[in-house]
C-alpha cells in the first residue's frame, strides 16, 4: 500500500467572503503584490539602502560566515570571519582544540548559497572585492533571503486551502500573516536570520505531508527545516502522527513502520549537513553550542513568554490568539491535524521557555515562534471563514 495519495483542490458549497472563489494565479498576484508594496515602504524607512547592515548584526552575523569561510576561505575556522564583521570576538565559540566555532546553524547558508555565488560573479566583474564582504554579496543574500519568504507566503496560501477553506479566505488568512505578526519585521528590516527561512520550509513540509503523505520528499523536506533552526525537528513526528492518524487510523503496524522507513532516512539526510559539520567543529554530532546553561529544562516562564510586555507572543501580536481560536473549529479528519498542531505549539512553548534569553533578545514579538505561523495561518482561515457570508 503507498504512502502517497491524491491531492486536489479543496471544493467548497458556499462563496468566500469576497462572493466568488479566487484563481491560484490571482491569489498569487495579490500577495506578491502587498509585499512589494511592504517592501517599498521599508525602502522609504530607509532599510534598502545598506543591505550589509541586514547582516552586520547580531545572528545575522553567525548564520552568514559558513558562505565566505567554507565557499571561498575552504576553512572552518570562523575567527577571522567573526572579527569582520562584529569587529572583537564576542561571538567565538571555541571548540575542543580551541578554535573559534559556530553556535549557529548552516542550513540558511545552504539555501543563501546561490545568491552568494552570484554575488561573487558580479563582485569579480564588476571590480567589487571578492571576498565574501563586499556589496554585491550582501546584496544578493538579503534579496535572495526576501525571494524565500515571499515563497514561503503562496506556499501557506496553498497550506490554508489544504483544508477546505475557500480562496479568497485563504488569502485574507495569509495577508493576516503578513500584516499582523512577527514575520514582517524578518522580510525586510532583519532579513538575513535563519527565521523567514524557518517559516518557509516548516510551510513546504507541511504542505508535502498533505499533498502526498509520509514520503522520501516530504520527510526530507522536514529534515531541512530542522537544519535551518534545530527547533523545528520537534515538529518531524508530530506532524507525521497526524498523517498517519488521518489516513489510517489510531492503529500501526509492521507495514507501517516498514512503508515510513525512506521518511525517517530522509529526515535525516536533511539533517546531515549539521551533524558532519558539528562533528568536524566539535568532535560529536549532537550538541548544544551554545554551551552550558544556554537550556534549562526547569525554566518554565509559561506566562511570560505568551504574556509578558517584554516580546510576549500574545502581547506584542494577538494575532496568534485569534488564530488559535479558528484551530479549535477543525473537525473531522481535519482534527489529527488541530491536536498535533496543538501539541507542537506545546513543545515549541516549553523549548522556549527553557532557553536563557526566553525573551528573545532584541526580538520584534518573539522570533522563536516564527516557525509555527503557517500552521497557526491555517487558524486564521478557519475562524475568518466562520464569519456569516453569502450563500452562492
Known amino acids: 500500500m503507498s504512502t502517497t495519495f491524491e491531492y486536489t483542490s479543496p471544493k467548497t458549497s458556499r462563496v468566500g467572503l469576497l462572493g466568488r472563489e479566487l484563481g491560484q494565479r490571482s491569489a498569487d498576484g495579490i500577495l506578491v503584490a502587498a509585499c512589494l508594496v511592504l517592501g517599498a515602504w521599508y525602502g522609504v524607512l530607509g532599510y534598502h539602502e545598506d543591505p550589509a547592515s541586514r547582516i552586520r548584526g547580531s545572528d545575522s552575523i553567525g548564520y552568514y560566515i559558513y558562505l565566505p569561510s567554507i565557499l571561498l576561505q575552504g576553512d572552518i575556522d570562523f575567527a577571522n570571519d567573526f572579527r569582520r564583521l562584529a569587529g572583537e570576538d564576542v561571538f567565538l565559540f571555541p571548540t575542543p582544540d580551541g578554535r573559534a566555532g559556530n553556535p549557529y546553524s548552516i542550513g540558511p547558508a545552504i539555501f543563501w548559497s546561490p545568491f552568494f555565488l552570484l554575488g561573487h560573479l558580479s563582485a569579480i566583474t564588476s571590480g567589487y572585492a571578492s571576498n565574501g564582504y563586499s556589496a554585491p554579496y550582501f546584496f544578493l543574500v538579503y534579496w535572495g533571503n526576501v525571494l524565500y519568504i515571499i515563497a514561503g507566503l503562496l506556499i501557506t496560501f496553498r497550506l490554508i486551502r489544504s483544508f477546505d477553506t475557500p480562496s479568497d479566505v485563504a488569502l485574507l488568512a495569509t495577508l493576516s500573516i503578513l500584516l499582523a505578526t512577527q514575520l514582517t519585521y524578518y522580510i525586510f528590516p532583519k532579513s538575513a536570520t535563519s527565521h523567514g527561512l524557518s517559516f518557509t520550509l516548516v510551510a513546504t513540509f507541511a504542505l508535502a505531508l498533505r499533498r502526498e503523505g509520509l514520503t522520501w520528499r516530504s520527510g526530507l523536506l522536514g529534515g531541512l527545516s530542522a537544519l535551518i533552526r534545530w527547533q523545528n525537528l520537534l515538529f518531524v513526528p508530530v506532524l507525521a502522527a497526524a498523517v498517519h492518524v488521518s489516513r489510517s487510523g489510531h492503529r500501526f503496524s509492521g507495514s507501517d513502520a516498514r512503508r515510513y522507513v525512506?521518511?525517517?532516512?530522509?529526515?535525516?539526510?536533511?539533517?546531515?549537513?549539521?551533524?558532519?559539520?558539528?562533528?568536524?567543529?566539535?568532535?560529536?554530532?549532537?550538541?548544544?553550542?551554545?554551551?552550558?546553561?544556554?537550556?534549562?529544562?526547569?525554566?518554565?516562564?509559561?506566562?511570560?513568554?505568551?504574556?509578558?510586555?517584554?516580546?510576549?507572543?500574545?502581547?506584542?501580536?494577538?494575532?496568534?490568539?485569534?488564530?488559535?481560536?479558528?484551530?479549535?473549529?477543525?473537525?473531522?479528519?481535519?482534527?489529527?491535524?488541530?491536536?498535533?498542531?496543538?501539541?507542537?505549539f506545546l513543545l515549541q512553548l516549553y523549548l522556549n521557555g527553557t532557553v536563557r534569553d526566553w525573551w528573545g533578545t532584541w526580538s520584534f514579538g518573539h522570533h522563536r515562534f516564527v516557525n509555527l505561523i503557517p500552521l497557526f495561518g491555517v487558524g486564521a482561515g478557519i475562524l475568518i471563514s466562520r464569519i456569516p457570508q453569502r450563500q452562492a
Open 262 to 344: 525512506p521518511f525517517v532516512l530522509s529526515v535525516l539526510g536533511g539533517l546531515l549537513p549539521q551533524l558532519i559539520l558539528w562533528q568536524a567543529l566539535y568532535w560529536r554530532p549532537f550538541l548544544i553550542p551554545q554551551l552550558e546553561g544556554y537550556v534549562d529544562l526547569t525554566r518554565l516562564p509559561v506566562i511570560q513568554v505568551l504574556l509578558s510586555a517584554q516580546h510576549g507572543l500574545i502581547t506584542w501580536h494577538p494575532w496568534w490568539l485569534l488564530a488559535g481560536i479558528g484551530l479549535w473549529f477543525l473537525s473531522g479528519k481535519q482534527k489529527a491535524w488541530a491536536i498535533a498542531i496543538g501539541v507542537v
